[in-house]
């Protein structure tokens, strides 16, 4: 199911952009993640893309986009990105920092600037899904369009899950 004019921040940020994205509905469960997200879409869970907001030792808030079947390796993101720790936020403080309600948190259109890191190997994936801003709601898009818009910068930090 395709949403026909999209009007969340993120699919308008694309837009004003200049960048190509598909719009894609599916039916959101509490807890589902990318599993969920997946089987709707009917694509594989390796290339739907999880947005986790973290925040190093200072609590300075930060993004990182993640393979739907991976997870991040702290350790290693703590050194590549210079700092002593990095932790997952609260889902409250996440969506302080977003604007966006935790299962629905797009990298895009925050309501803080956030610095964003990306797992390099998503660059491998020809498109990716990724949260528009709203719960159910994804954007499908090229994921080198998607580092160019965001500002990001690419580390090594996936893990199996």
Do not use: W
Request: glycine share 10%; with cysteine.
């Amino acid at each position: 199911m395709s949403r026909s004019s999209p009007s969340t921040p993120a699919a308008l940020l694309l837009r004003a952009q200049g960048v190509s994205f598909t719009e894609h509905s599916y039916r959101y469960e509490e807890r589902g993640g990318t599993t969920v997200a997946a089987r709707g879409l009917g694509v594989p869970e390796h290339a739907v893309v999880k947005t986790l907001v973290m925040e190093d030792e200072a609590h300075k808030p930060l993004l990182v986009l993640m393979h739907g079947d991976r997870e991040v390796s702290t350790k290693q993101l703590a050194r590549q990105i210079g700092v002593r720790t990095v932790t997952p936020c609260k889902p409250d403080v996440a969506t302080r920092h977003t604007g966006y309600l935790v299962g629905g948190t797009s990298p895009m259109a925050t309501r803080k600037m956030l610095p964003v890191f990306v797992e390099r190997t998503i660059l491998d994936v020809p498109t990716v899904y990724i949260n528009g801003g709203s719960r159910g709601f994804l954007l499908g898009v090229a994921p080198a369009d998607l580092v160019r818009v965001l500002g990001a910068t690419l580390v090594d930090v996936a893990v199996a899950s």
